[in-house]
C-alpha cells in the first residue's frame, strides 16, 4: 500500500501499480508459469520463483483495490 499512497519513481513496485491491473496480470501468469518449470525442472529454484510469484499477487491484489485479508478469509473458509 505504501507504494500506492508515496510511488517512487525508481521502485519496482511503484511501476507496476502505475502500469494498470493489466501488467500486474501478466506478470503473476509469468511468474506462475516459472514457478511451475522451476518443479519440474530445477527444484532449487522453486523458492525464489514462488517468492517472485507471491510477490506479484500481491501487487494484483493492492493494483485491484482488494485486501490480502479476504484471501486468508477465505482460506480459512474452505478449511472449515
Known amino acids: 500500500r505504501n507504494r500506492r499512497t508515496h510511488p517512487r519513481p525508481e521502485s519496482y513496485t511503484s511501476e507496476l501499480l502505475n502500469r494498470g491491473i ?3 496480470a501478466q506478470k503473476v501468469i509469468e511468474e506462475a508459469g516459472e514457478t511451475a518449470i522451476a518443479a519440474l525442472n ?3 529454484n522453486v523458492v525464489g520463483e514462488m517468492a517472485d510469484l507471491l ?3 500481491l501487487v494484483l491484489l493492492e493494483a485491484t483495490n482488494l485486501d490480502v485479508d479476504r ?3 477465505e482460506l480459512l ?3 472449515s
Open 71 to 73: 484471501v486468508w478469509d
Open 55 to 57: 510477490y506479484h499477487a
Open 22 to 24: 493489466e501488467r500486474a
Open 77 to 79: 473458509k474452505r478449511r
Open 42 to 44: 530445477a527444484p532449487e
